[in-house]
């Protein structure tokens, strides 16, 4: 069995990215067990507990996304940034209109604030079978400020270990031949459908093309689930994305079925005069439906007014480096200087979100700490005394250093 990915460099040792180096994809043996890469996946993790501070497992590797760029100047790369944010919101949610939410659309225009590390690197492509050199952006995002803002937005959160489909492909060319399996040895066949799979936060795998299995491709062929469940239980995979691809006039024609344990969850079908494209379309209905039965969403709240006193601000830089943080917080719709004393600042914070939403994406950017009330206990079981039902009282936040 081989997991189908395109190259990826890792980036960011402190969190252990675990992120393919090798163009070629990991091979598994043909009768790995059920502890191997396509071993049944965990529930769901609870969203919810997520946001309250029990954080939910989660692949850090969907948090850094390549992207191409013309060039390296600081306009490219600004434009670039934006582009690889936006892929990992659509990664992280699970859905292809992420990105045109507004808080993570502001997001998106400030990206180099949640940026942990950039790099560039160079590939070639084959452009009618001349090798044509590429230069991409590889760019990683804090991962808890990025599910911070996908909370406060109010989006599912696509959290714990994520399914990795065994892919039963079969290609009819319309030569005579009948259908063929595709094999772990024809991987640049689907690669067309591993890249939009990457883009959509999913991993595929491919199966060794034994002699028993290509023996299967006419009931393949026919989308038996139950075959394609019977065939997958050697590699321990729980999910299987069977499809066939045929000719369609001077098209070709796409059938898909998406199945759990050979129990049909998903059809689908695409026709396209593209065989690239046809491959392809097996991977959003895919994410889709996964990503629907795992995803789930943290409620925004209300727009609310919150004023708010800021305390640690002893100084113009410090002010000065306050404001251009604030502004630059995407669920932060306006803010009004109310008092200005040596040491602090009472503000006026007009924001789109509730109120623990917003101090979770403080969270995250360790810039404001929440600062209890001077004198006042905090209730049993509350860690911070922003999630108190009284959210009229002032908010009290230390700048950090």
Not at 73 to 83: I, N, P, V, W
Not at 184 to 209: D, S
Not at 292 to 321: F, K, S, T, Y
Request: overall charge neutral.
């Amino acid at each position: 069995m081989r997991l189908i990915s395109p190259p990826c460099p890792s980036l960011r040792a402190l969190l252990a990215l675990a992120i393919a180096l090798a163009a070629a994809p990991v091979a598994a043996a043909p009768n790995a067990p059920a502890s191997g890469p396509g071993a049944a996946v965990d529930p769901p993790a609870d969203a919810v507990g997520a946001a309250m501070g029990e954080r939910a497992a989660r692949e850090i590797a969907w948090y850094t996304a390549e992207v191409p760029v013309r060039s390296q100047e600081a306009r490219e790369r600004e434009a670039a940034l934006g582009r690889a944010l936006a892929q990992v919101f659509v990664r992280v949610t699970g859905r292809v209109d992420a990105p045109g939410d507004p808080v993570l659309q502001k997001a998106v225009r400030v990206a180099d604030t949640l940026l942990v590390e950039t790099a560039y690197r160079q590939m070639e492509e084959l452009a009618g079978g001349v090798p044509v050199p590429r230069e991409l952006l590889v760019a990683s995002f804090d991962p808890d400020a990025v599910d911070a803002l996908v909370m406060a937005a109010g989006l599912p959160l696509w959290s714990g270990e994520r399914p990795r489909p065994l892919l039963w492909l079969a290609i009819d060319d319309g030569g005579g031949a009948g259908p063929r399996l595709v094999s772990a040895q024809q991987i640049n066949v689907v690669k067309p459908l591993a890249e939009r799979g990457l883009e959509r936060g999913v991993r595929f795998l491919l199966p060794a093309g034994t002699t028993v299995e290509q023996a299967a491709a006419a009931r393949l062929w026919a989308l038996d689930a139950a075959a394609a469940g019977v065939l997958s239980s050697r590699y321990g995979a729980r999910f299987q994305l069977v499809g066939r691809i045929s000719r369609a006039g001077a098209g070709w024609q796409a059938d898909w079925l998406l199945a759990e344990a050979g129990v049909e969850i998903k059809r689908w079908s695409q026709a396209d005069p593209s065989p690239q494209r046809a491959i392809a379309s097996g991977a959003d209905r895919s994410a889709d439906a996964l990503a629907a039965r795992q995803a789930r969403a943290v409620p925004a709240g209300q727009p609310v007014v919150v004023e708010a006193e800021i305390v640690g601000v002893d100084g113009r830089d410090r002010w000065l480096g306050l404001s251009a943080y604030l502004q630059s917080l995407p669920v932060l719709r306006g803010m009004e200087v109310l008092e200005a004393h040596p040491d602090r600042l009472r503000l006026r914070l007009d924001l789109a979100v509730d109120r623990q939403r917003f101090e979770a994406l403080l969270a995250s950017g360790r810039r404001l700490a929440v600062e209890p009330q001077p004198g006042e206990p905090l209730p049993a079981g509350v860690a911070d005394p922003s999630l108190t039902p009284d959210a009229s009282r002032i908010a009290r936040y230390r700048l950090l250093p």
